[in-house]
């Protein structure tokens, strides 16, 4: 089966700490992977995708076909990275985005 | 603000009540999405379309309608056939299937 897991519900740093946010997938093709961020008060919109390998106000995710994975990294959290973000597989029916269930990340001052 | 507008922001059911939730793009967009959210839930897709005057079945259609009369167009109507339709409904749009998707804002349902 398809599946998306986001095993934190929460994740909690300091700021200039680095923060990992986990996502595990399952999918019998070639994956295609996401990470879509909502900041407070604003809309969900598209932090960054594997396939373009391009890091985004410092975050990168790796692609781990071996591990399925696809953990979202920064070095140096900041207060403004405080978020919730969900990890999305295409693979759907039709192609389409299964979203994970989220994980809220709060970086404290 | 433009992109993609969804209305109303909060809306009310009664029960055996049918409702419907619009949402409108302006960014000339041919595919279009329905999610619903449930609390620690994440996003589950309700129904997709691809072109005007087509639609696809998602992965919790039932108890669901929708049109795509117009490209710009996609409502949502949550029909008295869905038992639980408390949720906050997303909307979404792309240029085409594999491209990144734009979110609207949401409406939350609850049922009175």
């Known amino acids: 089966a398809q599946r998306v897991t986001q095993p934190e519900k929460l994740l909690s740093v300091f700021k200039g700490a680095p923060v990992e946010l986990k996502c595990n997938y399952s999918?019998?093709?070639?994956?295609?992977l996401f990470w879509y961020v909502q900041y407070s008060r604003q809309r969900l919109q598209l932090l960054l995708r594997h396939i373009s390998r391009e890091s985004i106000k410092g975050f990168t995710a790796d692609l781990n076909k071996g591990e399925t994975s696809f953990h979202l990294k920064k070095p140096f959290a900041q207060e403004e990275d405080s978020a919730m973000y969900y990890c999305?597989?295409?693979?759907?029916?039709?192609?389409?985005?299964?979203f994970g269930k989220g994980t809220k990340l709060s970086v404290k001052p | 603000d433009g992109g993609i507008t969804q209305s109303p922001k909060y809306l009310f059911r009664k029960e055996g009540q049918n409702v419907t939730l619009s949402c409108e793009q302006n960014l000339n967009h041919d595919a279009m999405y329905w999610y619903r959210q449930d609390p620690g839930q994440g996003l589950r897709l309700i129904y997709y379309s691809q072109i005007v005057n087509d639609f696809q079945k998602g992965d919790i259609a039932e108890g669901y309608s929708v049109s795509r009369e117009k490209k710009e167009s996609f409502p949502l109507t949550v029909t008295s056939a869905q038992k639980n339709p408390t949720a906050f409904y997303l909307c979404?749009?792309?240029?085409?299937?594999?491209?990144?998707?734009?979110f609207g804002s949401g409406t939350q349902l609850s049922v009175l």
């Open positions: 999918y019998s093709g070639s994956p295609e």
């Open positions: 999305a597989l295409r693979g759907g029916s039709q192609g389409n985005l299964i």
């Open positions: 979404a749009s792309s240029i085409d299937r594999d491209e990144k998707l734009f």
